[in-house]
């Protein structure tokens, strides 16, 4: 995006929220560099200048502000990239894609040339993909050192540093100030078993409709919805170690600030980055809703906060898919529940809902279909399961945001029992896509009055690239009618 320096700084006095996320501006007094939002005094206009990303202020010199604190705003600006790619590479490297690759590696894992993803970062962030890195990893490693009470060495490594050494260095190069320092200047500790951060969002969102459109939905066992909280167990390969760090984690609304307080298990702080990227899929955080619900126009007026809620595992949500072929939603969260006992390893939290993790993909692979078929699930669909489960452990099948989501659907499409709703339902949720659209879903038919198939794609015609949001809004107008 191109930025005009009238416009931001007219943003900047007005404290628009609607441009958190979108620039930073660095104060060329002070070295510092903050949100739009930011309450510190001031700055004169010639002593500003703005930037498209975290990475692009630190690269001309600036340190973030310890007021503000850049690592919570919404998307660290790469919501807004015009080149799905570049958001694709952005949400790998968040999630650590280059601590144990180059960027030829995740180039290849994205199906591009090394030099067209530079390219394209560099265009669209204004730093190089390993400099993006660098920043993500440092302005975790500033929420972790203010945030909780996790030992340096362990912020480092969970920040996605391999050395002590080099943490420290690169920290003092660029923040001015040892991590010790940070700790000095911080809230007294606290003694916790867990760990808590807070997840910036551009509002509206709305947390009531997201949990009640997962609360029917639930894998048994695995999530859980305790009043307004939303809770989940999760197992994850820390990068560079074979060991599988295992935990839960609580999301709930921030009081009075537009952000999710993400509570983590001690046990999950070496793969905290992956968590954190995770929620911010789930609950869709990336999202500009105004944006969207502009072009959604009547559609989205009733609520124009409507998320898409995504996936923390794609082997998960694509099973629970199968699931939901053809049954009503409460008779497919029935089934995932028996799954989830049935494969699930037994795991021991603070909560009484969450006793398991999810199966995997390994795991269901080696499970014979009439092993499925004794917990009720329909013959044909546990072959679809147990044939999508090698396909996914092997490799073969990827089901991550930021795949080519056409070659991933045509694979889908190719399994026994997968047709277009089951594609199109993966594609919104545990591929990301914005603008998938199971348009022979029963829901949508009635929604749009019983139209037949053709015409309901030429409805939605006026939809894209957001048809996923109309998907969304389409069901939460006939759940209201009913």
Same mark, same amino acid.
């Given at each position: 995006m191109e930025l005009n320096t009238d416009t931001c700084y007219q943003a900047l006095l007005a404290h628009d929220r609607r441009f958190d996320g979108v620039f930073f501006v660095g104060v060329a007094s002070t070295g510092i560099y903050c949100r739009p939002v930011c309450t510190a005094k001031m700055p004169k206009r010639e002593n500003c200048t703005f930037h498209r990303s975290a990475s692009s202020a630190e690269r001309a010199g600036f340190r973030p502000c310890l007021r503000c604190r850049p690592e919570l705003a919404p998307g660290n600006a790469q919501i807004d990239a015009f080149s799905r790619l570049a958001a694709a590479a952005a949400s790998r490297i968040e999630d650590g894609a280059l601590i144990d690759g180059g960027v030829e590696d995740l180039a290849a894992d994205l199906g591009v040339s090394g030099r067209h993803l530079r390219r394209v970062v560099e265009q669209e962030f204004g730093v190089t993909p390993v400099e993006l890195a660098q920043t993500s990893r440092l302005l975790l490693a500033k929420r972790l050192l203010t945030d909780t009470d996790l030992p340096v060495i362990e912020v480092a490594f969970a920040s996605g540093f391999s050395s002590l050494r080099r943490f420290n =260095?690169?920290?003092? $190069? *660029? !923040?001015r100030l040892n991590p010790t320092g940070l700790r000095k200047v911080r809230a007294?500790? *606290? $003694? %916790?078993?867990?760990?808590?951060?807070? &997840?910036? !969002?551009? /509002?509206?969102l709305d947390w009531n409709g997201l949990l009640d459109f997962l609360r029917g939905r639930l894998c048994r066992g695995v999530e859980a919805i305790e009043g307004d909280r939303y809770l989940r167990t999760i197992a994850i390969q820390p990068i560079n170690s074979a060991a599988v760090a295992k935990g839960w984690i609580s999301v709930t609304a921030a009081e009075g600030r537009d952000a999710l307080r993400v509570e983590v298990s001690v046990s999950l702080a070496p793969v905290l980055r992956q968590v954190l990227a =995770?929620? @911010? *899929?789930?609950? +869709?955080?990336a999202a500009r809703p105004r944006q969207i619900a502009a072009h959604l126009g009547a559609l989205a007026e009733a609520r124009p906060g409507l998320r898409v809620p995504g996936a923390f595992d794609g082997f998960e949500m694509a099973v629970r898919a199968i699931l939901g072929q053809q049954v009503s939603v409460a008779g497919a969260a029935t089934l995932a529940g028996r799954f989830v006992q049935a494969f699930g390893e037994p795991v021991v939290t603070p909560f009484s809902g969450l006793t398991h993790l999810s199966p995997t993909a390994s795991r269901i692979a080696a499970? +014979? /279909? =009439?092993?499925?078929? =004794?917990?009720?699930?329909?013959?044909? #669909?546990? @072959?679809?399961?147990?044939a999508l489960a090698p396909a996914v452990s092997e490799g073969r099948l990827s089901l991550r945001p930021g795949r080519d989501v056409e070659r991933t659907m045509v694979k889908l499409r190719e399994l026994p029992g997968l047709g277009e709703w089951t594609a199109q339902y993966i594609a919104m949720r545990a591929l990301g896509w914005p603008d998938a659209f199971p348009? %022979? +879903?029963?829901? &949508? *038919?009635?929604?749009?009055? +019983?139209?037949?198939?053709? #015409?309901?794609?030429? &409805?939605?015609?006026a939809w894209r690239p957001w048809r996923s949001y109309a998907t969304m809004h389409l069901w939460k107008s006939l759940e209201e009618k009913q």
């Open positions: =260095a690169l920290f003092k $190069e *660029r !923040y007294a500790a *606290r $003694e %916790t078993e867990s760990l808590v951060c807070e &997840i910036g !969002y551009c /509002p509206p =995770a929620v @911010k *899929r789930v609950f +869709d955080l499970v +014979d /279909p =009439a092993e499925l078929v =004794a917990l009720g699930i329909l013959a044909s #669909r546990a @072959k679809s399961i147990v348009h %022979t +879903d029963l829901g &949508i *038919r009635k929604a749009l009055g +019983d139209p037949g198939p053709k #015409r309901i794609l030429e &409805i939605a015609e």
